[in-house]
């Protein structure tokens, strides 16, 4: 008999967590429809109005209104959130609420930093500011690693709260899924129009987001219908590929704010000593500057020669490391040939 019982209710949980993924698929699928039509409106009306101001403002400017553009939306995900945390007694999703709270404080601190980077040189910086774009993707990876790492402590820990959940609550979530999706290819695409690893960064860390918010949803939803271990298997995985994310961008970060080699000197050597004049290349050095590369370098002329005919001779480099290599934060000094 108690093999019989525990055989029916197995059963009985089978089928009941079996009627709820069905029903979550449905009205996935279902709200999905809907939402996409939307946010695909929204976003092809936000990129036609940032595609005409940026026809006017300089690629700073647009990166500044791009951010502010985010942390609105952010802000509509974050109070979504929060409702829908408080509605259900869900601690994951509001857990969830307070990482979209710290995705509008990199919006606000991201908003600052590009105004300080577009700064010109100065006597404190001679090289420009355009490191402090590069230090806050660095900050924005520190932040995913913390927010993977944050997924795995929660996995992890024991819970026994009771979890409720709703139509109109499983739509807000959906909703906010589909927006996240949407944001994400946004500023992916504007990213690489204007070459920005600050928006760059943004995007991943909202892919960060989706994966989490996914994450939620199906756990909440497992976690209402008794199967916890699930959630904190998902869990895992998410973390995982949050993980992998946040290496993309210190991949990306640490070798400009370590001064890595941004050019391969070989090339730029054979192209430089076939400049009529150019003796020898003594030294080239190159390092990223923001998404920009910078060389210095020092070669020899022929030590009879004036100054303006040296001169002219770098004037022939310049333009062609300019031409070939696109190069043109380009620093000189020349040497007389012994």
């Not at 996914?214 to 909440?220: D, F, H, Q, T």
């Not at 300019?322 to 620093?331: L, Q, R």
Request: charge should be negative; proline fraction near 2%; glycine fraction near 6%.
């Amino acid at each position: 008999m108690n093999r019989q019982k525990q055989t029916r209710r197995l059963r009985d949980q089978l089928e009941k967590g079996f009627i709820v993924f069905q029903n979550t698929v449905h009205f996935f699928v279902f709200t999905a429809e809907m939402i996409v039509a939307l946010a695909t409106g929204l976003w092809v009306s936000l990129s036609d109005k940032v595609r005409a101001k940026s026809r006017t403002i300089t690629r700073d400017q647009a990166v500044k209104l791009l951010i502010l553009i985010e942390g609105g939306i952010n802000l509509f995900v974050f109070l979504t959130k929060l409702t829908v945390g408080l509605m259900t007694g869900s601690l994951a999703i509001l857990g969830d609420a307070i990482h979209s709270m710290t995705d509008m404080a990199n919006n606000i601190v991201a908003w600052i930093v590009i105004g300080v980077s577009a700064k010109p040189a100065d006597h404190e910086h001679p090289y420009g500011h355009r490191k402090f774009e590069t230090l806050a993707v660095f900050g924005l990876a520190s932040l995913l690693a913390a927010l993977g790492l944050e997924l795995v402590i929660r996995a992890v820990q024991p819970r026994d709260a009771v979890i409720s959940t709703g139509t109109w609550e499983l739509w807000l979530m959906i909703g906010v899924l589909v927006v996240n999706v949407c944001l994400a290819i946004w500023q992916r695409y504007w990213a690489r129009r204007l070459s920005s690893d600050i928006l760059e960064a943004d995007a991943s860390h909202t892919v960060g987001d989706v994966l989490t918010t996914l994450v939620v949803i199906i756990g909440w939803q497992l976690s209402a219908a008794g199967y916890l271990w699930l959630d904190r298997l998902c869990a895992l995985v998410v973390a995982g590929m949050i993980f992998y994310l946040a290496y993309g961008l210190f991949k990306r970060a640490v070798p400009v704010l370590v001064d890595e080699i941004a050019v391969d000197p070989e090339p730029i050597t054979y192209a430089i000593e076939s400049v009529k004049g150019v003796y020898n290349v003594l030294q080239i050095r190159s390092r990223w500057i923001g998404s920009t590369r910078a060389v210095d370098m020092v070669f020899t002329v022929d030590p009879e020669l004036t100054t303006e005919a040296a001169h002219e001779i770098a004037d022939e480099v310049e333009i062609l490391l300019e031409g070939e290599f696109g190069i043109k934060d380009i620093s000189i000094h020349i040497e007389p040939e012994k």
